[in-house]
C-alpha cells in the first residue's frame, strides 16, 4: 500500500492566488481529515469527512478555506484568495472505523508544505 | 472538551541516554491515548497507543508509555536513545467521546546529542 498520498509536496504562491492541495488516502478507509501545521499554532484540525460527507468543518479558518471529496479516493483543499497567514503544512490523515473508531490510528500523509509570498 | 498538555518543548538528550517525554490529558472517561512521532520533513506516524488492560505499552522503536489515571498521565519512555530518535513527538487523545477525531499536544521536539 502506498500511504496516504499528497501532492504538491511543496507549493509557493503569491498571495492572492487560488490554491489546492489534493489528497488521496488510504484504499478502503473511511474517515479523511485535513490538518494544518504551524509553529505558532501547532497541529490544527481544518476538517473531517465520514464516507464522503464532511463532518465537522468547525477548524476551517475562514471562507476562503474549502474542502471537498467527490468520491472515496479523492478529497482537495482548496483556498481563495491566499494570504501570507496561510503559510503551513498542510496534512491529511486517513483511517479506517471498522473495528471500532476510537482503536483506530490516523495514517498522515507526508505533507505539503505551503509559502504564501 | 478534552485536550492534552506537553509540558516539555524541547528536550536535549545523549545518544544511549534514557528517555522520558510527558503527557498529562484531561479526558471525562477512561482515557484512549496514543502517542505519534513526526521526522523532520515527514508526517506523523503512531509510536503506540492505549485503550485499556495493561497499563504499559509498548511500541515500536522501543518505545513505551505507562498510562496513570491517579496523574492523568501517559508518558513515552525510551531505555535508550539513539540519534535516529531525534524528532517531534506528539501525544493525543480522541476529542469527545464517540466517533470524533484525535486532539493532538503541542508537541515535544527531542534533539539528540553524541
Known amino acids: 500500500d502506498a500511504g496516504v498520498i499528497q501532492s504538491p509536496r511543496h507549493e509557493v504562491t503569491e498571495m492572492g492566488q487560488e490554491v489546492t492541495l489534493r489528497c488521496k488516502p488510504i484504499?478502503?478507509?473511511?474517515?479523511l481529515f485535513w490538518y494544518r501545521q504551524t509553529m505558532m499554532r501547532g497541529l490544527e484540525l481544518l476538517i473531517y469527512?465520514?464516507?464522503?460527507?464532511?463532518?465537522?468543518d468547525s477548524g476551517m479558518p475562514e471562507d476562503r478555506f474549502s474542502a471537498k471529496m467527490p468520491n472515496a479516493s479523492f478529497s482537495t483543499l482548496k483556498i481563495q484568495p491566499s494570504e501570507p497567514r496561510d503559510s503551513a503544512v498542510y496534512f491529511c490523515?486517513?483511517?479506517?472505523?471498522?473495528?471500532?473508531?476510537?482503536?483506530?490510528?490516523?495514517?498522515f500523509g507526508p505533507g505539503t508544505r505551503l509559502t504564501v509570498l | 472538551a478534552q485536550s492534552v498538555t506537553q509540558p516539555d518543548i524541547h528536550i536535549t538528550v545523549s545518544e544511549g541516554a534514557s528517555l522520558e517525554l510527558r503527557c498529562n490529558y484531561s479526558?471525562?472517561?477512561?482515557?484512549?491515548l496514543f502517542w505519534y512521532v513526526q521526522s523532520p520533513g515527514q508526517g506523523l506516524q503512531l509510536l503506540l497507543k492505549?485503550?485499556?488492560?495493561?497499563?504499559l505499552v509498548q511500541g515500536i522503536k522501543g518505545f513505551e508509555a505507562e498510562f496513570k489515571r491517579s496523574q492523568s498521565s501517559f508518558n513515552l519512555r525510551k531505555p535508550s536513545v539513539h540519534w535516529s530518535d531525534a524528532a517531534e513527538y506528539f501525544c493525543?487523545?480522541?476529542?469527545?467521546?464517540?466517533?470524533?477525531?484525535?486532539?493532538f499536544g503541542k508537541g515535544t521536539r527531542l534533539s539528540v546529542i553524541a
Open positions: 493525543a487523545v480522541p476529542s469527545n467521546s464517540g466517533n470524533t477525531p484525535l486532539v
Open positions: 490523515a486517513s483511517s479506517f472505523s471498522g473495528e471500532g473508531w476510537l482503536g483506530n490510528e490516523q495514517f
Open positions: 484504499s478502503g478507509h473511511d474517515y
Open positions: 479526558y471525562g472517561a477512561t482515557p484512549y
Open positions: 469527512f465520514n464516507n464522503n460527507v464532511p463532518i465537522d
Open positions: 492505549y485503550f485499556s488492560g495493561d497499563t
